[in-house]
């Protein structure tokens, strides 16, 4: 793929999970910090001109600046984060019919707790 386009399309990306980011401020249900950091990678890897305006962003600043220098998180965010994707995962679950489906959910949901639990510090 021509390095522009993909450039265009990590951009594009980035913008779109800027979005998605940007509605779980709003919306309590929707968490916020797991679509900022896709948002950050994507312009990390799409443009150094559009990630360095998307750090000096006060959403970024807000939400994800500190989680990133500091690898850590507030028990109230890390059980907001995992409660409400545990759902997901579980609702998604219960809907698909396919055993492997099924089984590779439930390896996500043990290993997204293992990593919040043991890879990600807690701050008071």
């Known amino acids: 793929m021509n390095r522009r386009i993909r450039n265009f399309l990590y951009i594009i990306l980035g913008f779109i999970f800027l979005a998605i980011g940007s509605v779980g401020v ?72 396919v055993m492997a489906v099924r089984i590779f959910i439930g390896f996500v949901i043990v290993y997204k707790y293992y990593y919040f639990i043991y890879k990600i510090k807690t701050i008071k």
């Open 26 to 97: 709003l919306l309590p249900v929707l968490p916020t910090t797991p679509f900022l950091l896709l948002a950050s990678f994507f312009f990390t890897k799409g443009s150094h001109r559009f990630n360095t305006w998307f750090k000096s962003t006060k959403l970024y600043k807000n939400h994800l600046e500190d989680f990133l220098r500091t690898r850590s998180m507030e028990l109230k965010t890390k059980i907001k984060l995992l409660s409400i994707s545990s759902c997901v995962l579980l609702i998604s679950g219960f809907l698909v019919k």
